[in-house]
């Protein structure tokens, strides 16, 4: 196991390289000229010079970039030309915002959907299956933002329940703060949930009809352990891993989302800078979001290999 | 009119005096009706079954696959699932009719009193849990173990189904161990809470035959010490003779014959025993003559049958037996037959096919150049060579320093286990796989060095026949279509002729050319494996891999294909290499005969030499496995192999951890020294050829052949 995650992290450092060397080229491609910007509409070329010089813009592009990478092993991100502030405080805050908003989401869906796909997987062509499979199909063929559009109407402007957007930390109040995160998190919840409940339930279906199943079953183990030690284990594996690709998605805040309710975390973060055309906020958003789907990848890699033994001990053989 | 003459045959005991009070029976189904059903209709999977297992009884139930055998095991267990449904009928357990109790009472039954082992250990097992967890997981729920207690019971019955380190075992996961582990380890499962009825469902099918012969060993002492009784539920005959003390032979959902085993399978009563027992592979030195196959496929019922089931396929079958359905007529022993002509048959033996075309083997021994030359071919599969240093890997070793020759029309049998490269060797001779070192010379060309250059025509001459019927056809292809597709790639572009080849293909492998619109669902086992040689013929080839060609095939199937294949042989002097595990299946039909084990060949020869002595220890090994009937003379004692999985790769002997007759560090250390005679035998061992000489015949009755 360890001589794996050290392989993965190995390969995660990589990818993050290559990463970093697509965004900044991707980025300096982008039309706009950074000095100019922040001198002003008016600056002589003198003064834009003079900026361009004092940012090093001048310089080669490997230079420019070997000074931005040797900045972010630094942990400098660099400053928002737009905020004229350090990068580093403001994204980590919109990061928290967005993690609590993806962790809450992703609790939500995977008891749901799993719940739902187990029962629909078991209660096979009856009532409850095709319930759950009917509403599926409708979760998959809707786009995501009518939800989010429907929310806000039922519960924002017509029932007056919940904010309809906006953010409040938690230093004003749990239940603020609570309120606050219910629509968004309803949202990404109703437009992840079939996947994960549709995947788990032909998972479990597959599950349920192998042998050892219906050796559990001759041992005269009763259907409750039948169903959650012997089937449940083995069928959840295909869902980590979509569970750790959507836990990446959110966490790229689904901009849509993010900007319906005026929630400030990564996505709406990102959107601003790139408004704004602020190269350095939009390099450093970039590279954390990037490095946070990886990461979610990793663990779910991880994850994957814990629950079955089959990967952990190639593992410790290799 | 289905019913037996009496209402039960009173069958007495076995083995006590006829004096005796007959003791009740443990497990006694009566009339037991099961039918599946879907949208196309209703299928009768039992009809009127009845049968009974008095205590300490071992009782097999015996039939092709679709004779319901599975069925009536998975009925007594509650466990019918996909659409069965028991319509009538009692199955009484104990003297409880299993069917009156509530399903919590029939499940805290089942893994208590009535333990079950299935046919594939490999699948048997939850992969996520520890064997030991899912060996205690009866007790505890059962016998109100503590998770402690259960675990030290565990140990105890680990090491009671013959496995040496038990604490190991309870700690691995499945995929740990070997298939013979791991079904040593449901074994030892069904044991836990002391079971009074057993239900083996094909147990040892999905094994090797060295380790079937120890699994069954072992199955057959713990009946004895438990006074066990079982449902041993088996298409191998040769099985149900080692360890059955009684048969019911099922045909199409219905019992056709009942008796003890020795009389059954000594003297079948009813035709379609006869036919089983014909077709069953034996050990003959030599292909002298066909074997005996039942033509045709298992009959499917959808209601009570109106003539004789077996009628279509009997060979004995008049007018009398397709105007009614056959009654179950008892002897005054108790023994059942259904087949109103049994006493008029009573000796008459199924009959033999026509010799038909058997050619004379020693004419047909190609003098000229051989058209397969293997020559020292080694395969490692997984090497890796990492920049990461964890990552570099050595490889398996599939295949260690392999060669031989395949002659001009010659048959040639290569004989192994899981694990021995028998496939890999396949494969490189077809170029599926690229050796990684030696060459493969076919027709003098070098096989891998021209296919890669793009030499489509070695690849039209060369061609596979594998053992999963089913699944090497399309399911969305009829067979036309599937066919069809290797003549185009030949470049045969005229539809009409091309239609025409296929029909004559067909016609070729006994199948009617209608075959062609039809899907390959639609057809049996054995008609698909006739598609599928059909479909290695479409190309003209000169040389055909069998792999493993007949075994997922019931034998009186098996039968007919190894007709099939020996006919094309002699007819369009094709060069076979057949691949098995079934050395008995191998002596049908090979001229040589290689035993492959862990990579390396340790015995290669004439196949009359290599089922003679001096054997190769492992060699000995296998042929004392194979399964005899009471008729084929005495059993010689089985020579029981260790589980040991194979080393190839190694410096010494592959076979050095499981070899009874190890000599011992030389064995591990170096390469045991082949020893070759005049006529083309060779042995790799370290004991001498004269003391290997010694041993006795494993079949006597072979001594007197005269080698050919
Ligand atoms: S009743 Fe007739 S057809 Fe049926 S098995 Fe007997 S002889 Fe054959
Ligand atoms: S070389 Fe040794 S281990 Fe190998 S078969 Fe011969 S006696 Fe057995």
Redesign the interface.
């Known amino acids: 196991m360890l ?1 794996y995650t ?2 993965r992290l ?1 390969y995660l450092a990589l990818v993050l390289a290559v990463m970093s060397v697509l965004i900044f080229l991707v980025t300096q491609a982008m039309p706009g000229d950074v000095a100019s910007m922040i001198a002003g509409q008016f600056a002589s070329k003198e003064v834009v010079d003079a900026i361009a010089v004092k940012l090093g813009l001048d310089q080669p592009l490997i230079v420019q970039y070997g000074q931005w990478a040797a900045g972010i092993l630094r942990g400098d991100l660099g400053r928002s030309l737009v905020l004229e502030q350090p990068i580093a405080p403001i994204l980590m805050e919109a990061l928290a915002r967005s993690l609590v908003l993806a962790v809450v989401a992703l609790a939500v869906v995977a008891v749901v959907g799993i719940g739902l796909g187990v029962l629909a997987a078991v209660r096979r062509g009856k009532l409850t299956d095709q319930l759950v499979s009917g509403v599926s199909y409708l979760g998959i063929a809707v786009p995501d933002f009518f939800w989010a559009i429907v929310l806000v109407l039922i519960f924002g402007s017509y029932m007056k329940l919940l904010p309809t957007g906006g953010y409040a930390p938690l230093s004003d109040g749990f239940l603020p703060w609570a309120s606050h995160l219910v629509l968004p998190v309803v949202t990404l919840v109703l437009m992840l949930l079939a996947r994960i409940a549709r995947l788990t339930r032909s998972s479990m279906i597959d599950v349920l009809q ?3 199943v ?9 259907e409750s ?1 039948v169903i959650l ?2 089937a449940l ?2 069928a959840l594996l295909p869902t980590i891993t979509v569970l750790a690709i959507d836990f990446g998605l959110i966490l790229g805040g689904v901009v849509v989302i993010e900007t319906i309710f005026s929630y400030p975390g990564m996505g709406r973060l990102l959107l601003f800078a790139i408004q704004r055309h602020d190269l350095p906020l939009i390099q450093a958003t970039i590279l954390v979001v990037s490095a946070a789907y990886c990461l979610a990848n990793l663990t779910a890699d991880l994850l994957y290999a814990y ?4 990967i952990r ?1 190639g593992m410790k053989a ?1 | 009119m289905m019913t037996a003459p009496q209402a039960r045959p009173a069958v007495p005991p076995v083995t006590a005096a006829a004096s005796a009070p007959e003791p009740a029976p443990l497990l006694d189904v009566r009339g037991l009706t099961i039918s599946y059903g879907n949208a196309r209709g209703t299928l009768r999977a039992a009809s009127d079954v009845g049968f009974a297992i008095r205590p300490g009884e071992v009782m097999g139930l015996v039939g092709e696959s679709g004779s319901g055998k599975s069925t009536i095991a998975m009925a007594i ?1 509650d ?1 019918l ?1 996909g659409g069965g449904r028991v319509e009538s009928g009692e199955i009484l357990f104990d003297g409880t009719d299993l069917r009156r109790l509530s399903a919590p009472e029939r ?6 009193r009535i ?2 082992v ?1 046919q ?1 250990p490999f ?7 520890t064997v030991g967890r899912q060996i205690a ?2 007790l505890i ?2 016998k109100g173990f503590s998770p402690r207690q259960a675990a030290a019971r565990v140990q105890d019955l680990l090491s009671e189904v013959g496995i040496r380190d038990p604490r190991r075992v309870a700690a691995a ?1 499945p ?2 161990l070997s298939g013979g582990m791991q079904q040593r380890a ?1 074994i030892a ?1 069904a044991l836990g809470c002391e079971p009074k009825l057993l ?1 083996l469902d094909e147990p040892t099918t999905a094994l090797d035959v060295t380790v079937e012969a120890r699994i069954i060993d072992l199955l057959a002492k713990l009946c004895d010490s438990h006074r066990l009784s079982a449902l041993f539920v088996s298409h191998n005959l040769g099985i149900v003779n080692r360890i059955c003390q009684t048969v019911t032979v099922l045909y199409g959902g219905l019992v056709v014959e009942t008796g003890p085993t020795g009389r059954v399978l000594s003297r079948p009563a009813h035709p379609y025993s006869k036919g089983l027992v014909a077709a069953l592979p034996r050990i003959t030195a030599g292909r002298r003559h066909r074997l005996p196959s039942i033509p045709g496929t298992v009959a499917k019922l959808s209601g009570p049958p109106a003539a004789c089931v077996f009628a279509p396929r009997c060979p004995f079958a008049e007018e009398a037996c397709r105007s009614r359905p056959q009654a179950m007529l008892t002897d005054a022993a108790g023994d059942g037959v259904r087949c109103w002509k049994a006493d008029a048959l009573a000796g008459i033996p199924w009959p033999d096919e026509d010799a038909g075309i058997a050619r004379d083997p020693k004419k047909a021994q190609p003098r000229s150049a051989p058209l397969v030359e293997v020559d020292h071919l080694r395969k490692i599969y997984g090497a890796n060579r990492s920049i ?1 240093p ?2 570099r ?1 050595a490889g398996t070793v599939a295949v260690e320093d392999v060669s031989f020759t395949v002659g001009r029309g010659e048959v040639v049998g290569v004989v192994g286990e899981s694990g021995s490269g028998k496939s890999t060797i396949g494969r490189a001779l077809l170029a599926l796989t690229e050796p990684s070192a030696g060459t493969v010379l076919f027709d003098g060309a070098d096989l891998t060095r021209r296919v890669r250059q793009g030499d489509q025509d070695l690849r039209r001459r060369a061609q596979l026949v594998f053992q999963n019927s089913a699944a090497s056809l399309n399911p969305r292809k009829t067979v036309g279509d599937a066919m069809d597709r290797p003549l185009v790639l030949a470049g045969r572009a005229d539809a009409e002729e091309r239609r025409k080849t296929v029909a004559g293909l067909l016609t070729r492998v006994g199948l009617p050319s209608a075959y062609a619109d039809r899907y390959p669902h639609e057809l049996s086992g054995g008609e698909r494996q006739r598609v599928n040689i059909a479909r290695a013929l479409a190309t003209d080839p000169d040389f055909v891999v069998c792999d493993e060609a007949v075994s997922a095939l019931d034998v009186s199937v098996q039968a007919n294909i190894l007709n099939l294949l020996a006919e094309l042989r002699d007819e369009m002097g094709l060069s076979y290499l057949f691949i098995t595990h079934d050395i008995a299946v191998v002596s049908h039909i090979a001229d040589r005969v290689l035993v492959v084990y862990g990579g390396t060949i340790c015995e290669e020869g004439p196949t009359g030499r290599v089922l003679r002595p001096p054997y190769h220890p492992y060699t000995e090994a296998l042929l004392s496995a194979v399964p005899r009937l009471a008729e084929d003379g005495q059993e010689t004692p089985r020579i029981l192999l260790e589980d040991a999985a194979p080393t190839p790769g190694g410096q010494g002997c592959a076979f050095a951890a499981r070899c009874p007759r190890k000599l011992g560090a030389v064995c591990d250390e170096q390469a045991p020294p082949v020893h070759r005679t005049d006529d083309g035998h060779r042995i790799a061992c370290h004991i001498p050829l004269a003391t290997l000489a010694e041993r006795a015949a494993v079949f006597p009755e072979l001594a007197g052949d005269a080698p050919h």
Do not use: C
């Open positions: 001589a050290l392989t190995v192998t042998n050892y219906k050796f559990a079953r001759a041992k005269g183990m009763p352990v030690r012997h284990k083995n629950v079955n033994p089959k001990h290799a | 267990l466990l699932g499940r805290a039954l089942r893994g208590d333990a079950a299935f594939d699948t048997s097992l939850n992969p996520a849990l997981e009866p729920q059962h996961y995929h740990e449901l499962t239900i990461l964890w990552l890997r």
